[in-house]
């Protein structure tokens, strides 16, 4: 109990102050607030804080049969209370963004392109339409910085999370993520860096979402197309047309061939495959060795049979 409270005033929280505060209170919701601020950031910071949490309740509750125990209480609640608050803000469900909104609320309020943000769980919110700009225009005038930078950050991931599973080729947009909350954790970056980064990368993000308009392909598509030519030998921009065209063909053709629970049927695993060899044999240019012909064979027959359970389902019955 000491060493947590000692943490928590080591980081400017005034665990009394937020006890004795009447529950409901603006008064209490203010230094709530600030007390989210001060543990929420770093990682680091906030693992430890999670970390002196969950020991005081083990003792709390190791001791709890004594009657003495109930003069612990009200820091246990306390504690328990912050922690809760904390993480409210840092993870988003992913089914429904309704929470991450309310989470956000002023700070999102206007930046939402063409959108009112909506508490009555009437379905998820596309974040592609958050205008990052006026996010961080607001966010240099916030006064709690580290806990709008980790729900930007959760929003950002979210939206991250989802292209990479429309298309596991952008895997790299993740892992740059990951690196520039890496290199902030580790005092490298100060927070201004990693806003002007995130932006970066959020602009970065919308170029990915719409590049299929520019390929003129379906999401769908896209990934096939993708997975040809990620890597792929150097291509002249009428071999690039081959290659979509080949890769339109090819999702007819699979679609015809996903019967029900053709993953657990060999001749229907089989067909695909062969499906799979013949048309990029015959569409692929002939800048395709054969040691990447059989890559790329491989790699579209992973692809469909982790993304399509079942003829109509699956991610991309989502985006149609």
Partial sequence: MADATAFCTHHGVDLDRLEQAPIGSLE??????DAIEAVIAPDVRRQDFFGHVKLVDTLYRAVK??????TFLPRVIGLGELAAAVRSRLLPDPPDLSTLLDQ????LDDSIVGLTVRKDNLGPIDLSKID????????????????????????????????????????????KFEALIASYNAGSRNIEQLLEELLALSRNLDDVQERHVRENLSEEELVLFDLLT??????????????KKVTRALLVRLKDLLVLNWRQKSAARSALKLAIEDTLDAGLPRAYAPDLYRQKCSAIFEHVFERYPERGEGIYSEVA
């Fill in 28 to 33: 209490r919701l203010q230094i709530s607030d």
């Fill in 65 to 70: 049969p004594n009657p003495a125990a109930v």
């Fill in 104 to 107: 956000l609320s002023g700070l």
């Fill in 132 to 175: 990052f700009e006026a996010l961080a225009e607001r966010f240099r005038e916030s006064k709690h910085r580290n806990t709008d930078l980790e729900a930007l950050k959760a929003a950002i991931r979210h939206r991250l999370e989802r292209l990479v599973r429309l298309n596991p080729t952008r895997a790299d947009l993740g892992a």
């Fill in 230 to 243: 990620r890597p792929a030998p150097e291509l002249s921009s009428e071999e690039r047309a081959e290659v």
